[in-house]
């Protein structure tokens, strides 16, 4: 009798509407549950079935029920899809063609077809391909996607590289070559000096081919005057050419193991425009002087020149001689005199900002060693020696003082701004100094020199767990067109000009100096707000596929230290509901070690991301900084995630 009773229809409806509403993002597990994420402390719970409806991602609102004394909610409306465009691997099912995500908390298949000109029945089970949702289940009632482009099959050695840049948007391939690059024609007010007489050399890494710098240096009697050479391929790519808008779009040199996709067509980023030892090349250069304190000039010269490289020298070269290692020696006194005095002026240089500003703790890189298959063989780890604090400390140098140039003659330019920590979670901030008894007044935390004090003074705590903390409160480093300080490295100002090569933002500085240089209008130069927010894209982009890779070949590499139990060092980077996220020592790779495999009984245990720290029993068991030993228990491929359990068992036996 009550079957189609539209005044039970209308109860059931008012009862709905009565119920309470909330907005959020969908965040799913490997357990097919999910939650609602409506703040950073306000959740709810999503079951399975309802899960059936969302993805994770998915910006949503739902309603939320009680259900045996719990509170859920049921998504009801979509505001914004989590995902729209995806990398996945093709799965047939009774002859219809389907796609999984490549996400691990994306397992569900969709049903799809082949684009129009696409051979459906050539797509094999597994392969990679991109997909573009059609339709979506809170919408169209169930969701739909079509293959748009195949990017690798299922047995390429190479798929994790096309697949990362594909999940990137990331080119695959250098741009568009030719090998009758052509100087653009530049105004005559443009005059480039001839220094080719001047000792310049280059350090880089023995396979480095696009040299984008040189230096020379010479001692005077209050400091040093450094010379800064930097390669110029606005001499051949034009201001809003058809190669200027690909470099643009592009942002950036990919750089992954075992590859890298220039920004630049090869002709130019290897050939023309690189440094090469003993060539005639356009540069810009910048002359700045140091004083005996390692404090830069505020006065630096920009030119247009003419320089040649007289010596060609590799990051374990000059470290080696420096540290009086093996029998490599400079080719001549001359070189050999400046590697001197640019040993110096390092030191010099990175005690001033130790004590001024900011310098970064040492910590080595991790590399890759490939095969002709592209199987990791080995990962090599870089230390951090003196020729690279050469480079690093000139190149910082030459940047603040093409920041601060810029700044003072038009006021614009590509920078790289950092604003310290977070407006909005400074009060938090504020709490956990107080906690720990820091020496600083709240209203000093957002100033410079209020800032790099904190640094300083966090980096001296006996362990890096209060570092590791505060660093919770600081803003995102972003490009701007508008001058501001970089909080991050302590300067005033930081606009990139080093790397036109490998950077976009280079080329379009590089741009704003030859038009002052030349006393021309800069305004067709001057960047947009637009382009500023591309490029920080791109860079997070770009520094995503390092990682992305990273993991994929992590997880390869490390699947026989399953089998063999082998324990590892680690320290503990973050902490989260379910568990601790950790750094290995011997490799980098990072491992999550799940709260269920740390005790069995979870229940005596707490996650806390509030205080960084795992507690058993109410007592702290793991927390930010710590060094632990770890075992892999598993290297899962399909979410190139690895899982770590600890190396000795925690104790069951409950507390007394």
């Not at 830069?296 to 009086?324: C, G, I, N, P, T």
């Not at 020199?449 to 006996?462: N, S, T």
């Not at 996220?581 to 996650?607: W, Y």
Request: proline share 5%; glycine share 6%.
């Amino acid at each position: 009798m009550f079957q189609n009773n539209p005044l039970l229809a209308q109860l059931k409806q008012q009862m709905r509407e009565d119920l309470p509403i909330k907005e959020g993002v969908v965040k799913g597990t490997s357990k097919g549950f999910g939650f609602l994420e409506v703040s950073e402390k306000e959740s709810y719970f999503i079951p399975p079935p309802h899960m059936k409806k969302v993805m994770h991602g998915d910006h949503i609102t739902a309603i939320v029920r009680s259900e045996n004394d719990r509170e859920l909610v049921e998504p009801e409306t979509l505001i914004e899809a989590g995902v729209t465009r995806f990398v996945g691997r093709v799965k047939w099912f009774r002859d219809r063609l389907n796609i999984v995500p490549d996400h691990p908390l994306m397992k569900d298949a969709i049903k799809a077809r082949a684009a129009k000109g696409m051979d459906e029945k050539s797509l094999k089970e597994g392969d990679w391909v991109l997909g573009e949702l059609t339709r979506h289940a809170l919408k169209d009632n169930g969701f739909f996607a079509n293959i748009i482009e195949v990017i690798a099959g299922t047995d390429d050695p190479i798929a994790p590289w096309w697949v990362v840049l594909a999940r990137n948007k990331l080119a695959n391939e250098a741009p568009e070559d030719r090998k009758d690059w052509q100087p653009v024609a530049e105004a005559e007010t443009l005059t480039r000096r001839d220094i080719t007489d001047v000792p310049f050399f280059t350090i880089d890494g023995e396979s480095t081919l696009d040299m984008d710098d040189a230096l020379s240096i010479k001692r005077l009697e209050n400091g040093w005057e450094l010379l800064v050479a930097i390669a110029d391929p606005t001499a051949y790519v034009a201001h809003n050419s058809v190669m200027d808008k690909v470099a643009a779009e592009r942002a950036f040199t990919v750089y992954l193991p075992g590859r890298n996709i220039p920004m630049l067509p090869r002709t130019l980023a290897d050939e023309l425009c690189s440094l090469q030892e003993g060539v005639e090349r356009s540069v810009l250069c910048a002359r700045l002087f140091i004083d005996f304190d390692g404090k830069v000039d505020d006065k630096a010269e920009f030119f247009a020149a003419k320089m040649r490289s007289h010596a060609r020298l590799s990051y374990d070269q000059v470290s080696d001689w420096v540290e009086k290692i093996g029998d490599w020696q400079p080719k001549n006194e001359e070189i050999a005199e400046q590697l001197r005095q640019l040993t110096d002026m390092t030191l010099t240089r990175s005690a001033w900002r130790s004590k001024h500003a900011i310098v970064f703790k040492d910590r080595p890189d991790y590399r890759f060693a490939l095969d002709a298959n592209s199987s990791v063989t080995a990962i090599l780890v870089d230390y951090r020696r003196i020729a690279n604090q050469m480079v690093e400390e000139s190149m910082i140098a030459a940047n603040l003082a093409c920041g601060n140039w810029l700044n003072e003659r038009i006021g614009t330019g590509i920078f790289n701004v950092h604003t310290g920590f977070d407006g909005e979670k400074m009060e938090g901030l504020v709490e956990l100094l107080q906690a720990h008894e820091a020496p600083f007044e709240p209203e000093s935390l957002s100033t410079l020199a209020g800032f790099c004090a904190l640094r300083r003074w966090v980096d001296e705590r006996e362990t890096s767990y209060l570092d590791s903390r505060t660093r919770r409160y600081q803003s995102f480093a972003a490009m701007s067109p508008t001058p501001g300080p970089h909080f991050g490295l302590g300067l005033t100002a930081y606009a990139t000009w080093t790397s036109p090569i490998r950077k976009y933002g280079d080329i379009v500085n590089h741009r704003l100096i030859k038009a002052i240089l030349s006393e021309q209008a800069h305004e067709a130069f001057v960047p947009s707000d637009e382009l500023a927010v591309h490029l920080s894209e791109q860079r997070r982009m770009h520094r995503r596929a390092e990682r992305d890779i990273a993991d994929w070949l992590y997880v390869r590499f490390l699947q026989p230290a399953v089998a063999e139990g082998k324990v590892f060092d680690a320290d503990v980077v973050d902490v989260g509901r379910g568990g601790v996220r950790l750094r290995l020592h011997e490799n980098g790779a990072g491992v999550f070690m799940p709260s269920s495999l740390i005790l069995a009984n979870r229940d005596r245990l707490e996650c806390s991301w509030d205080d960084g720290r795992v507690y058993l029993d109410k007592a702290p068991l793991y927390e930010l900084g710590q060094v632990v030993q770890i075992i892999i228990t598993e290297a899962i491929e399909d979410t190139r995630s690895l899982i770590a359990k600890p190396a000795q068992a925690i104790s069951p036996v409950a507390p007394k």
